[in-house]
């Protein structure tokens, strides 16, 4: 009979919207195997607060994330391992590669994708953020390959950094879930083509692209059509391009700032097409959500969007104003196309759900254990 095995995640600095809602799905849905025993969680009280109750799952107050990044590191790689074999954990998840935990065996995610995408971090120009990135880059690819797996969240992620890495021998392409709430019952596409809403949730970022859409908008003729930007309003030069785009723009255009993500589900049924406008994305949450709503979806073709969308969508160049305009004006002009793509999309988000990516994520925790002991005892 096999070992039961205690696993140990590192959640300590899940910060991101999409990293707290991952390891929600994943200890929710998680089906208990008769080969795990306990899983142990390190992270910061709020997030802690948020994870389901069960007597297998042990909560673990870490470091407090206020202080400084150097103060994080340091827990991170010589007081975390010592908490880890107090606690007989056998294997480590760290849910963050820019983890310097080297704990073994571990399995390290992979999040990110702004360090490896040379036009994004061009557009950062010599600033701190870009050497922030820089850094990280690097401090990944040895996280990277110091562990015994690695998950990827898409193709396109896994390929385009171990093109900087090298080969990694083994990982695993685990795709992140939807929440129940987002699958909508709702006919979005039938709805007239005169005033349609059109909606797109995302942080203001340099590489979301918002001042574009705002300007592929407001070329748009005629009709009364309304643009939602739901999400943080950030700052810097990406904020300034959007207020200058909105100040040009005589269309109606509504910024409604940080919006809790139990609050997107009632914004999607509320609009009629969704806009996904980001050009550098590991796993495209947002989107996948849009799809499981069944609304139809004009969307940018780089990164990982085709293959995560397929062909349940519209394509446009995020960076191409006239690109954006005429897939927003197909949308608005064919309204059995819509029905049908929004048919298509929905349909291809069942592939995405936390039952599955539980199942897979804590399979392979296993599997990489079981693999790293037989190695060692042979």
Known sequence: MK??????IDASRNKSGGAKIHLIGILNDIQLKNNINEVHVWSYNDLLNELPDFPWLKKHCSLNTELPLLRQLYWQNKVLPKELKKNNVDILL?????????????????RD????????????????????LLALKYVQKKSLLNADGVIFLT???SAIIQNFTGKIKNYKIINHGISDEFRIDKDYASKSN????????????????????????????????????????????????????????????ELTGHIKHEDVPKLLKDSDIFIFA???????????EAMASGIPIACSNRGPMPEILRDGGIYFDPENVDSIKDALELMINDTEMRLKLATKSKHYSNDYSWK?????????????YYNFHKKYDE
């Open 3 to 8: 070992k039961k095995i205690n696993i140990g």
């Open 94 to 110: 760290n849910t963050d590669a820019g983890s310097v935990c080297y704990f073994k065996p571990s399995i390290v995610m992979s």
């Open 113 to 132: 994708m702004l360090s490896y995408e040379p036009g994004e971090m061009k557009r950062f120009g010599f600033s701190f953020a870009r050497l922030r």
């Open 155 to 157: 193709e396109y992620a």
């Open 194 to 253: 005169s005033k349609l809403q059109f909606l797109y949730v995302s942080n203001v970022s340099f590489y979301k692209h918002q001042w574009n859409v705002v300007e592929a908008f407001s070329k748009i003729p005629g009709r009364e059509f309304k643009l939602t930007l739901a999400g943080g309003l950030g700052a810097g030069k990406a904020k300034k391009l959007l207020e200058k785009s909105i100040n040009k723009s005589e269309k109606n255009i």
């Open 278 to 288: 980001s050009s550098c994305e590991n796993m495209p949450n947002t989107l996948v």
């Open 356 to 368: 599955i990516c539980s199942e897979k994520t804590f399979n392979y925790l296993s599997e990489i």
